[in-house]
């Protein structure tokens, strides 16, 4: 009661009866939903619009039929649906299963995994996609020729240029959303409820199964939740991979009627199908978490005792490598080697390697630099802003009686349903005579897209925290403000710091709203990098994303330190 008892007199004494706390706390909550409505609903708007608006600019619903009869529309519909199932299974029991690895057992080098977790985050998905082509195309791959060359094989044993090979890369792109998601809740369950029903006679497994897991459930859930709205929405990898292959998904073909002449009013109609699935998606979590209650969290969480593993200890920490192995470490030494290398196609050897290509792009001051410093710029505007909203928003949700704000909630979440190609269309045409071309612009996309990341962090831990915390504060005098600064702010610095991670790596590797809205004086990292590779030098794109990691660790450090419990664990 220390902390309590430190607080001032009632805020009613200070503030006549309270009324200017109260006008703050309505004034923070009516800019925040006044934001939401700016940078989600009005480009929205307008792109529901054109889905139910002719060519000849009349109301109709003819653009949904002539869609369904579209060629090739359903084969992407039924693709779109078996990359959503194949992601999300592997993305949620890799990124579970690594997060209770890292908070839960005695396994060896908890910093080195979230590190190289966060790293697989940051890299670019088109990136990953070339490098692994470099790795596994089945013929000039390097990693099929080493195999080839070691078992003697007739056949190369790997083939990237599939839909399996399409599922391996959205995935291990994916499960970092559901493992920083899950470490972030485990981190705030109180680990004396475990320590309980061991004390009972529950054994290890079951004490997981039956503690552990039910309190972990809502964080499980809603980055799920995020696994398949990102994998609907995702075309990088679909376009590269889709075209080679010879098959399409829902993304590649909106894009498809974008191009020139562009069908706005279909583009848009592909759109309402994911806003159905979004709001269904968002039921079914309401009805598997909302009438349950998972606060735990009050006030100081008990550290439990790292779970010994015995002679699993060492198997379990061999599964770890394995998926870095796969999910980092080759692709990021495939990036550096492509920066390095002279001449792609003569083979890897030191006469082969050089820095040339580095010392190219640090001589186009004009454009890399440029570049680099947009991208750091709206990366670092992004998550700040998207950590801000989220709590306020989060807290509006969880801690409000306020009608209607379950649209809150709608509003967040369909924006990363969205297409993002799709929903840069919407922010053009909402803002081309405002800011179209300008750096706000591409803000306020990367706002409205990212939010759904740091929101559903921050609303997982809220749901954590006993809110008779707050009360004590309220009855010892705090007002509304003093309680979010003092009590619930501290108590949600892993999650909103986690959050910030994320949206920052989202933002400083964005690329499909940024080609649609970016202009020359406002290229970021990711259209500097898809040109170079436009113009065929893969190389100076690896070069560039290799730059892109190295600063995003940096961050990633620095916020880890800033944010203190954040990405740490106990050994």
Known sequence: ????????????????????????????????????????????????????TSAEGHFTLDTFHTLLIEPGMLAAAWNSLRLVVSVVLGATFI????????????????????????????????????????????????????????????????NIISFN??????????????????LSALNNVDASYEQAARVLGAGRLRSALTITLPLVLPAILA??????????????????????????????????????????????????????????????????IGRDDFRTLSGKVTQGQAVALGRWRWA?????????????????????????????GLGISWHN????????????????????????????????LCACLAVVCAWVVERTQLPGRGVITVLIMIAYGFPSIA??????????????????????????KQLPVAFVLARTALRQIAVELEEAARIAGAGWLRVI??????????????????????????????????????????????QYISDGSIELGATLSVIIIAISMLVLGIVSKASGRTLSVSD
């Open 316 to 344: 379990m920490l061999a599964l770890v490598v394995v998926v870095l192995l796969v999910s980092v470490v080759l692709p990021v030494l495939s990036l550096v080697v492509l920066s390095m290398i002279k001449v792609l």
């Open 223 to 288: 980055s799920t939740i995020l696994v398949m709205l990102d994998t609907l929405s995702s075309f990088g990898a679909p376009s590269v991979i889709g075209t080679m292959a010879n098959f399409s998904v829902l993304t590649t073909r909106l894009y498809d009627l974008m191009t020139f002449p562009p069908h706005l009013n279909m583009a848009a109609a592909i759109a309402v199908p994911i806003v159905l699935y979004t709001l269904l998606c968002l039921g079914v979590q309401r009805l598997f």
């Open 423 to 448: 929903f840069g269309v919407g922010m053009m045409l909402g803002y081309v005579n405002l800011l179209y071309g300008t750096l706000t612009l591409l803000l306020i996309a990367y706002t409205a």
């Open 485 to 530: 600064l003092d009590i619930t702010l501290p108590l949600l610095k892993v999650s909103v710091g986690i959050g910030w991670v994320l949206v920052f790596s989202l933002s400083i590797r964005e690329l499909s709203m940024s080609v649609m809205l970016a202009q020359t004086d406002s290229q970021v990292m990711s259209t500097v990098i898809m």
């Open 1 to 52: 009661m220390s902390r309590m008892e430190a607080l001032p007199a009632p805020a009613s004494s200070r503030f006549g009866a309270g009324i200017p706390l109260q006008g703050v706390k309505w004034l923070i909550i009516g800019a925040a939903i006044l934001v939401l409505l700016a940078i989600v609903a009005w480009p929205l708007g307008w792109l529901f619009a054109f889905s139910l």
């Open 95 to 158: 990124g579970t299963l690594l997060a209770w690895i890292v908070a839960r057992t005695d396994t060896p080098g908890k910093g080195l995994i979230i590190a190289a977790v966060g790293v697989t985050f940051v890299i670019p998905t088109f990136i990953t996609v070339i490098a692994w082509i470099f790795l596994a195309a089945p013929n000039a791959g390097y990693l099929n020729i080493v195999l080839r060359h070691l078992f003697d094989l007739d056949a190369p044993p790997l």
């Open 353 to 384: 390697l050089a820095l040339d290509h580095y010392r190219y792009v640090f001589g186009q001051r004009e454009v890399a630099f440029t570049a680099l410093k947009n991208s750091l710029m709206l990366a670092v505007a992004t998550a700040t």
């Open 165 to 182: 090979g399409l599922v391996l890369i959205e995935t291990i792109h994916l499960y970092p959303l559901v493992f920083f998601s899950v």
